[in-house]
């Protein structure tokens, strides 16, 4: 999962870069601080620099304490004030696109650091220090994107022929995008209507903070309410059990059943929260020019529009129907044979029995091949993986005191055989009081093209939720953590490779739906006998629910019933399952927020990715031809490359919606689970 100011740092100043990596300026030999990374993972301690060098979160350090982010935040607005002069006075050519290249990064280097830190650093303070300066930075973007002067500067040079045929490919996409960006923010509007979208967009921002917040909060209810046997699965605090999440892969129906109910019970503020939230957004998207928000957040996306979404998804879900519910029945008789007295098969079911029913299947118990992949021996594979398929390796390295806000956290170097350091990798790996129950990858500083002709490194953070590890054994993964981990690796791998010439399209920093494809790809070769002999896992059908229900809170407004209905009508229309009474799914759907009318593009971007890992990876999974091919195609472009026209340049095609689909349904076949696991 992407994560990071998507639209707290809307476009226009928000995001990315992307540069060729020629002869990487910033190149060094091997360090003396690096070491192997899988010793760094199966150790107990992360190594701090003998010199015990003070300084701030990610090396920054204004960053040593909570109130440095004021100071980081000033001297960022005071940079983008003189830029913005700067390009207000500037005459059209390449230097105006570089000076809002230069804008979006001065912002984003303190937003998106913070909109990490808000929600994972242990200290309190920094949280809410890191917050503020996130909607601070946020509102004046918003402001930015209105500012009609600054908007005319790129006016102008869009409109010089002769400057613009003399442009570069990527220099003219990334003109045009800033543009694109001021003018889904409403810079065409009349000035009472321009302050009506900031206005709305800063609205926005709140709320999805106040939305994303409510999404983890765990319920209580009164521990006499629930059988004594069952209260110990659940935190007691007091007379109460709090119940922070679904127990999905509890053996036990009858807890499935209670953290279902209870985590799940509709919250009136949150509900609001929710109503509101698309409410706004679908007043904005009609404000500047848009029918409704999902044509809005659909544009320069693979899809484009909501009615090639409603294709792709209900051909897909014809094509599932009949698969879905031989699934269904077989899940049906096995909770029969374990629970004979309540066989009718439940929301609450489907997770757990579809793990049993693969694990009968392939006869595999987790408890055979746990032990054998331990984090560090999988960190050791991905290491060796990209070696051999990008000529890239992961070295951790020594931290300094300061830098990193756990003491669990792991730093890696990555380093290209020919061209160097690459960039860092900041792995918060563990569990933690307060750390949110998410797998995410966030963007904390693009690369780009300095002035002075180096090459900023870019940094991420990739955050999991695997148990630490104890004085007898390292940290075990079970399937899903180790096809997590491949996952968030793939987005790790886009932003370091990703070396784009401007921050604004740099690595991930392009359409959702593409976004998604290198860590999809990443659990195909998770799932590779070949890689780590692992069984594939079945793609989700929930998936199209949850997808489809999207698109139906953000098309058309008002809308014809509550959230809570149209959530009843498409469950049961298309998952197959019936909807629990007294239950809002919709107030825990976190993706509403970050994925708001893009759902869809974890299956898009699926579906991209199994048509070219079966047309160039699947015979050999460490072809190293192939792996500089993905590198240059589809890795190296960020977003400032049209992502159609990189998937035709991987794939020597341009897919149709039915390929997309076709390539989904294919992977559910007998024979491609069968060559994936058994051979």
Wanted: hydrophobic share 35%; proline share 5%.
């Amino acid at each position: 999962m992407l994560a990071g100011c998507r639209r707290a740092l809307p476009a226009a100043l928000g995001l990315a870069l992307r540069g060729r990596a020629a002869g990487v300026p910033g190149r060094r030999a091997v360090s003396t601080s690096w070491c192997p990374v899988g010793a760094a993972f199966d150790a107990k301690q992360q190594r701090r620099s003998a010199a015990g060098r003070e300084t701030g979160l990610f090396d920054v350090p204004e960053l040593s304490c909570p109130e440095g982010f004021q100071e980081a935040q000033d001297k960022a607005l005071q940079e983008s004030e003189q830029l913005v002069q700067k390009a207000c006075s500037t005459p059209p050519g390449p230097e105006i696109v570089m000076i809002f290249d230069q804008l979006s990064d001065a912002l984003c280097r303190v937003a998106d650091l913070a909109d990490f830190v808000k929600i994972a650093h242990p200290d309190f303070a920094f949280r809410e220090a890191a917050e503020e300066a996130c909607r601070n930075i946020g509102t004046v973007v918003e402001k930015l994107n209105t500012d009609v002067e600054l908007c005319q500067s790129l006016r102008r040079l869009l409109a010089d022929e002769v400057v613009m045929n003399s442009l570069d490919p990527e220099t003219r996409r990334v003109a045009e995008l800033f543009m694109f960006d001021f003018e889904i923010s409403g810079i065409h509007l009349d000035e009472e209507k321009r302050k009506k979208a900031v206005d709305l967009n800063v609205r926005i921002l709140d709320l999805c903070n106040e939305f994303l917040t409510g999404t983890h909060l765990p319920n209580k209810i009164d521990k006499r309410a629930l059988p004594e046997h069952i209260r110990s699965n659940f935190t007691t605090e007091g007379n109460y059990l709090e119940v922070a999440g679904l127990h999905a892969d509890c053996p036990n129906d009858l807890v499935r059943e209670a953290a279902y109910k209870i985590f799940l019970y509709p919250n009136a503020e949150q509900l609001s929260c929710l109503e509101e939230l698309l409410a706004s957004r679908n007043s904005l998207a009609q404000l500047v020019g848009y029918d409704t928000f999902a044509h809005r957040a659909l544009q320069g996306t693979m899809a484009k529009n909501p009615d090639t979404v409603t294709q792709f998804l209900e051909k897909l879900s014809d094509q599932l129907s009949e698969r879905t519910q031989k699934d269904f029945e077989m899940m049906t008789k096995m909770k029969a044979k374990l629970n004979p007295q309540n066989s009718k098969l439940m929301p609450w079911d489907h997770p757990y029995y579809s793990g049993v029913l693969r694990a009968e299947r392939y006869n595999i118990d987790p408890g055979l091949y746990c032990p054998f992949f331990s984090l560090g021996a999988c960190m050791e594979g991905l290491n060796s993986l990209f070696s051999q398929l990008l000529g890239i390796s992961l070295y951790a390295e020594q931290t300094q005191r300061g830098e990193v806000w756990s003491e669990d956290v792991r730093k890696l170097a990555v380093v290209h055989e020919n061209e160097g350091l690459l960039g860092y990798i900041y792995c918060d790996f563990f569990q933690r009081p307060d750390k949110p129950h998410q797998d995410c990858h966030f963007t904390v500083r693009g690369g780009r093209l300095r002035e002075n002709g180096e090459y900023q490194l870019p940094v991420v953070v990739l955050m999991l939720s695997l148990p630490p590890s104890t004085r007898n054994a390292p940290t075990l993964l079970s399937p899903g953590m180790m096809e997590n981990l491949f996952h968030e690796m793939g987005h790790a791998m886009h932003s370091m490779l990703g070396r784009t010439r401007y921050q604004h399209v740099t690595g991930t920093r392009c359409p959702t739906d593409f976004a998604e494809v290198p860590s999809i790809l990443m659990e195909y070769f998770a799932n590779d006998y070949r890689v780590v002999n692992q069984f594939a896992r079945h793609y989700k059908t929930g998936q199209v629910f949850y997808s489809a229900l999207d698109q139906i809170y953000h098309g058309k407004h008002p809308l014809q019933k509550s959230t809570t209905e149209i959530l009843k009508e498409t469950q049961e229309k298309v998952y197959g399952l019936p909807h629990v009474p007294n239950t809002a799914w919709q107030l825990r759907f976190s993706h509403l927020v970050g994925y708001g009318a893009k759902y869809y593009s974890y299956l898009m971007s699926r579906a991209v990715a199994s048509m070219v890992w079966k047309q160039c990876f699947a015979h050999n999974p460490f072809d190293r031809a192939m792996g500089e091919r993905y590198r240059r195609e589809m890795l190296a472009h960020g977003g400032g490359k049209e992502p159609i026209l990189m998937v035709q340049g991987m794939l020597q095609k341009s897919p149709s919606v039915e390929d997309f689909v076709d390539a989904l349904v294919s992977d559910l076949d007998q024979d491609f689970e069968t060559f994936i696991t058994d051979s």
